[in-house]
């Protein structure tokens, strides 16, 4: 079966946030950052997703999700390959916060110490769970 990765529009909203809460990821932003995602689709269902956005002077990876029926396929790689596609150009590092460390590292990027994460992201320094997360702060070199 084919996979076709695209552009999303409003109209993968509902299915974005269907695939994002199979993993308890946020869902909240999928709305204002409609324009920042890509989809894997087949047969008109959509099974995976990726956004890569900017926030102050960090450009994160973000609700990078495939299905459970359709994980090991390749699809999250594609999905992180269309989306260095565009950051080539941006940036010259990715940042991740993951649950999913062996999946970055397998796409080459590192972990940082925990004490990154408020330095990073403004929603870390305010988060009550700061010190309990289990989210592991990683980046990517892009040019090295």
Avoid: H
């Avoid at 076709?4 to 946020?26: H, M, W």
């Amino acid at each position: 079966m084919t996979v076709n990765i695209r552009s999303a529009g409003t109209g993968d909203i509902p299915d974005i946030k269907s695939v994002l809460s199979q993993y308890i990821l946020e869902t909240e932003l999928v709305e204002d950052n409609i324009d920042r995602f890509v989809v894997a689709e087949t047969v008109g269902r959509i099974v995976g997703c990726a956004c890569l956005i900017s926030i102050m002077d960090v450009i994160e990876l973000r609700s990078i999700a495939v299905l459970p029926a359709w994980k090991n396929k390749g699809i999250g790689r594609r999905l992180f390959e269309t989306l260095m596609q565009r950051a080539k150009g941006m940036t010259d590092r990715i940042y991740v916060r993951t649950t999913a460390r062996g999946f970055f590292e397998k796409m080459g990027f590192w972990a940082l110490d925990d004490s990154q994460k408020p330095v990073l992201w403004q929603d870390c320094a305010d988060c009550d769970k700061l010190y309990v997360c289990v989210q592991v702060p990683m980046v990517l070199e892009l040019r090295l």
